[in-house]
């Protein structure tokens, strides 16, 4: 072995040697572990240190100190309530899918729990307002522009709790809230047919509006639809049955604006007012404001 094979070989083992001295201090306590603080708490004192913190709004260590209190304590009224509360925790904290998840684990579990009607309602909450994002707290979106998909899972939840326990005291705000997901749901179609309409793709736009009329009876957005059917069948030369949505839009709805054609359209989308009255020339008039008192 020659001179520099040696030092490289005394280096090694001395750099072994060290690594193995570091190993051995750590397991002799020289270098202490993290501990975990609530290790030794009982099931009475995670569930209060949770609930505090979910109180003074620290939703991170609330979802927390309730996932560790489910593990350790997985039976008893305290585990039931940590599945709850750690839904509400994790829907404050934006953390929709394990909110819905909880909220699904307690319903799986615990069916015929007397709070289980609160699971269904948690559910359709976090449905409601799932993709707002930051924006939906500086100002309410309409439900109308966004993806369906989740208005559709909210009004499921909120149906179920509504049909499964007609006495519960969410049953109010839940029959309320389905009402606007309907209308919503509702004018979302519309727009979507109205999309169809002004790019000229007529039987889109006419099995829109139709498919909005027969799954959204008698809701606001049933006027729109109908002006738009009527149109959409004047463009395609289908005049029996453009008649026939006249008839039913003036018998339904006589005072509107695709009847009348008083079509109130803002001063600023002038270039709006032909697309949306669907075949009806709009006047254009607000109320007899004059357009550039837009601020009354």
């Not at 350790?72 to 750690?86: D, K, M, T, V």
């Not at 729990?113 to 309409?142: C, M, S, T, W």
């Not at 009004?155 to 029959?175: G, H, M, N, V």
Request: aromatic share 16%; proline share 4%.
């Amino acid at each position: 072995m020659t001179l520099p094979q040696l030092r490289f070989h005394r280096a090694w083992r001395a750099l072994a040697a060290a690594a193995a001295l570091a190993f051995t201090l750590a397991g002799c306590g020289l270098f202490p572990e993290v501990k975990d603080e609530t290790a030794s708490w009982s099931a009475d004192r995670l569930y209060q240190s949770a609930h505090e913190a979910l109180v003074q709004g620290n939703y991170t260590r609330a979802t927390k100190l309730f996932e560790q209190l489910e593990a350790r304590f997985p039976y008893g009224r305290y585990a039931q309530q940590a599945i709850l509360e750690s839904a509400y925790a994790n829907w404050k904290a934006n953390e929709t899918a394990a909110a819905v998840a909880a909220a699904d684990r307690f319903i799986r579990t615990y069916p015929n729990h007397p709070n289980v009607d609160y699971a269904f309602y948690l559910k359709g909450l976090v449905h409601f307002r799932e993709d707002q994002g930051i924006l939906g707290y500086v100002y309410e979106l309409d439900l109308s522009e966004r993806d369906p998909k989740e208005m559709r899972a909210s009004f499921a939840a909120f149906k179920e709790l509504t049909t499964r326990f007609p006495d519960s005291q969410y049953y109010q705000d839940s029959i309320a809230r389905m009402r606007y997901l309907t209308n919503a749901m509702a004018t979302y179609e519309v727009n979507v047919a109205s999309y169809y309409y002004r790019r000229g793709a007529f039987v889109a736009a006419a099995n829109r509006a139709q498919g909005a009329l027969v799954n959204f009876p008698e809701t606001p957005a049933n006027e729109r639809a109908l002006a738009i059917l009527r149109s959409s069948y004047r463009n395609l030369g289908i005049a029996q049955l453009a008649d026939d949505s006249d008839q039913i839009l003036v018998k339904t709805f006589p005072e509107s604006p695709y009847v009348t054609g008083a079509l109130f359209t803002p001063w600023w989308k002038f270039w709006e007012r032909e697309k949306e009255s669907f075949g009806v020339q709009a006047t254009g008039q607000l109320a007899d404001k004059p357009w550039w008192k837009f601020w009354d």
